[in-house]
């Protein structure tokens, strides 16, 4: 007598049927939140690392300024001397009054230039700053 | 004998196999472009730029001097102290002014020499921060039996009014 060997009936795949439907979806979600790099940074930098941070809500209001390794200061998508500052950040504040300024400043830098620029900030009226850190864990 | 034309079956749809690898070709696209910004930071509000600067007299209570000199050595009122102990040194004394009205509580004034290093400056910037944070977090949790990112806007305001942020900026010296 032979035995029929018991098998189960059910298929034994995976349905791929809904695989582009869920890539898709993916794909939606990450194209949503990506934001293109929209200015080249010219300096080289390293941030520092702090813990009490905070998040800056309105990202519309930020602008940038860097300060290099090698003391170089980058507004936008130009290396700018100290001097001119004032007269490109008042432009700003014109168009945006209520503009945070995140200053991305190499963690090798000295005080000396950190101050000249909010000096020049000041001098601009561009009150609110912002020292960009990475999150200490 | 009659020939019947076979008719061929074309299939009219759109080949959908490689719809799912088109899919992910684009993922992966956006997976490599994208760039999460770093947008944290630590906040902080200047003061406005007056040509001649009218001193006012600040009692010593009030006042917590946090000096960098440039070899990284942090002075609070003084005192050497190392940069981790100084949110601990600090909580106290802004949680004795909670219940003190605005123009008496805790002034901390940072300030720093041209050659200091940023790296310190902002380390010692973050413990500052730091302080404030915890006591306004510890505050938020006695009245309201939450955390400060927690508590709704009413009651944030409230907190923020018994525990303001005051930290003065000094000019630096200058190293002639």
């Known amino acids: ?137 | 004998m009659a020939l019947i034309k076979k008719k061929k079956q074309r299939s009219a749809e759109i080949p959908s196999s490689s719809m799912a690898d088109i899919a992910f070709l684009l993922l992966i696209f956006f997976l490599v472009a994208t760039v999460i910004d770093v947008d944290t930071g630590i906040g902080i509000t200047l003061p406005e730029f007056v040509e001649d600067v009218e001193t006012v007299e600040v009692s010593k209570d009030r006042m917590a001097a946090v000096l960098i000199n440039e070899n990284g050595d942090v002075l609070l009122d003084g005192a050497i102290i190392s940069i981790p102990q100084i949110s601990k040194t600090l909580k106290p004394r802004i949680e004795s002014k909670i219940e003190l009205p605005a123009n008496r509580k805790l002034i901390v004034s940072v300030k720093t020499d041209r050659k200091t290093n940023y790296n310190r400056y902002i380390m010692a910037l973050d413990q500052v921060k730091l302080a404030y944070f915890e006591v306004r977090d510890e505050y938020a949790l006695r009245r309201f039996g939450k955390k400060f990112i927690n508590i709704p806007d009413e009651a944030q305001v409230e907190v923020r009014d018994k525990i303001p942020i005051t930290i003065s900026l000094a000019e630096p010296e200058k190293v002639k």
């Open chain 1, 1 to 137: 007598m032979q035995f029929e060997k018991r098998r189960a009936n059910t298929k034994q795949e995976i349905p791929t049927a809904s695989m582009p439907d869920i890539i898709f979806m993916l794909l939606l979600f990450f194209m949503v939140t990506t934001t293109m790099r929209e200015v080249e940074v010219l300096v080289k930098y390293k941030l520092p690392e702090a813990k009490a941070v905070e998040k800056i809500e309105n990202k519309r209001l930020v602008s940038y300024l860097w300060l290099g390794q090698d003391g170089r200061i980058q507004i936008n998508d130009a290396i700018v001397d100290l001097g001119t500052i004032q007269e490109i950040m008042y432009n700003k504040r014109q168009a945006m009054p209520n503009v945070i300024v995140s200053m991305r400043v190499d963690k090798g830098s000295d005080m000396g230039q950190v101050t000249d620029i909010q000096q020049e900030l000041r001098k601009a009226f561009c009150l609110r700053i912002n020292y960009s850190t990475m999150v200490k864990i």
